[in-house]
């Protein structure tokens, strides 16, 4: 079975920077077009970046110009570069598919807060 193992949150000021890592169990990174979501509390898990197969990436306006997703196949793993971070960034983010179509990791948790 799949399993996906998002790292790299915390606590971080305004203005900072942390960079998400998302692992996967078995060897799917190759097939799926991939995406960062993540989920305020009381808010629905909304995407906040895409990367295909190739590297081609797209994001909402929301986090365009701050946020960069890239990927490693050969490592499984997915990247989420994450800058100028603002208050409302602050949720429990996660990778899956894009569209998500695979088991749920447990996320990790990023917090803006002075």
């Known amino acids: 079975q799949v399993q996906l193992v998002e790292s790299g949150g915390g606590l971080v000021q305004p203005g900072g920077s942390l960079r998400l890592s998302c692992a996967a169990s078995e060897y799917i990174f190759n097939y799926y077009p991939m995406g960062w979501y993540r989920q305020a509390p009381g808010n629905q898990r909304e995407l906040v970046a895409s990367?295909?197969?190739?590297?081609?990436?797209n994001y909402p306006d929301s986090v365009k110009g701050r946020f960069t997703a890239s990927r490693d196949n050969a490592k499984n793993t997915v990247y989420l570069q994450m800058n100028s971070l603002k208050p409302e960034d602050t949720a429990v983010y996660y990778c899956?598919?894009?569209?998500?179509?695979?088991?749920w990791g447990q996320g990790t948790q990023v917090t803006v807060s002075s």
């Open positions: 899956n598919s894009r569209p998500a179509v695979l088991p």
């Open positions: 990367i295909t197969n190739d590297g081609n990436t």
